[in-house]
């Protein structure tokens, strides 16, 4: 299921540079301006991707932690690590 | 009437440019060589106009309003939004309206409801086939975006359908000009999930060989047994199914493979022979 605000957020940072400038000085003040349910921008603040993973599209996760300054490393550590989990989790029912 | 003057195929992995100095010398050869060939073969068709379809890459399109496949009728369209793609020759590409509501109108009366629209952006997907293939300049573009990116997406079955439709829309538009199709996306790759980086090389090539012996139903049971097992990337070679048949689903030649880790992306580059066509 994904989550419309959260997507939004996402697809409003990768499709402007001056934004994505904006948010990397004041992420406060660019989530303000959306309305987030309250554990989404928890996840958000903390860049918790194995969260947010299944709550917007995956092109759209990779474009925004891109824009977040996420190194690709760090980003590819922690998406498969939320695959494992989520395997993990499935397997014990 | 116009004719079909050749079907194409063709990966658009970003990272062939966004990443270029990053990929090895063998693969930098290989990438180089199959664009470079695919270039000539579409030049040596000698297209008047040129039907590209692609995926949208979240440049014109939200969940707010997703089209499964949209038209782009319009007689200009702008060049890539992405930062990376500054150096693509062309900040406008030309339409052709005509031959695009021609499109449209084949469309409706076949039983497809296409979306469209009067200005898209076309992004890296639409392009760097286009610059590395070294088109320039380019012929008129006519931009068909498939929606291979987020679920739910077109059966791989009415892609195919799309495909001879469109075929037929050329052979009934009522001027003399050549008209070629490229296809553009896959092969298999997966984005921003868990199994991100990982290239099914096993499943691109028996992707190929059906391409290749040309039977629609293996072909469309292939895929729809195996899309849904793989990364999320390889969605695209529905845009390659809607171009085997545009060819008839006959006379596909691999140009190129390149399993290239570098760029996350099985990158295969094809061409169907027209003239074998039934």
């Not at chain 2, 297209?47 to 969940?63: A, G, K, R, Y």
């Not at chain 2, 020759?89 to 979306?115: C, M, W, Y």
């Not at chain 2, 139903?217 to 171009?243: H, M, Q, S």
């Amino acid at each position: 299921m994904r989550d419309y605000w959260l997507s939004k957020l996402f697809f409003d940072l990768q499709s402007s540079a001056p934004l994505g400038d904006e948010y990397r000085a004041n992420r406060k003040k660019i989530l303000d301006r959306y309305p987030l349910k309250p554990e989404v921008r928890t996840a958000v603040e903390r860049d918790d991707v194995a969260f947010l993973a299944p709550r917007v599209n995956p092109y759209l996760l990779r474009f925004y932690f891109v824009v977040a300054g996420m190194s690709e490393a760090d980003f590819l550590k922690k998406v498969r690590t939320a695959g494992a989990d989520a395997a993990a989790r499935s397997s014990h029912g | 009437m116009a004719s079909l003057a050749g079907v194409f195929a063709s990966s658009h992995a970003p990272l062939i440019i966004r990443g270029w100095k990053d990929v090895k010398s063998a693969n930098q050869r290989e990438l180089t060589s199959s664009l470079t060939e695919l270039g000539r073969r579409i030049k040596a068709a000698r297209p008047e106009v040129l039907i590209e379809i692609s995926p949208d890459h979240w440049v014109n399109f939200f969940i707010n309003n997703l089209p499964s496949i949209c038209v782009g009728v319009g007689d200009e369209h702008e060049g890539p939004a992405e930062p990376w793609m500054k150096d693509f020759p062309f900040k406008k590409i030309a339409g052709h309206p005509k031959l695009a509501n021609h499109i449209v109108q084949t469309a409706l009366e076949r039983d497809f409801e296409p979306s469209v629209s009067h200005h898209l952006t076309l992004d890296h997907g639409f392009c760097i086939p286009l610059w590395r293939g070294g088109l320039d300049p380019l012929p008129p573009i006519i931009p068909i975006i498939f929606n291979d990116l987020e679920p739910p997406y077109p059966s791989v079955r009415r892609c195919l359908q799309w495909g001879a439709m469109l075929a037929e829309a050329v052979r009934t538009y009522p001027a003399d000009i050549r008209v070629a199709i490229l296809a553009t996306g896959g092969l298999s790759h997966s984005i921003g999930e868990p199994t991100m980086g990982e290239i099914d090389e096993p499943f691109d090539r028996e992707c190929i060989r059906h391409f290749e012996k040309g039977e629609e139903r293996p072909l469309i049971d292939f895929l729809n047994e195996r899309l849904p097992t793989i990364g999320n990337g390889a969605a695209e070679i529905r845009n390659w199914v809607a171009a085997h048949g545009a060819a008839g689903g006959r006379g596909f030649e691999l140009i190129g493979y390149c399993n290239c880790p570098e760029v996350y992306v099985g990158c295969g580059f094809a061409s169907w022979d027209v003239a074998a066509r039934a």
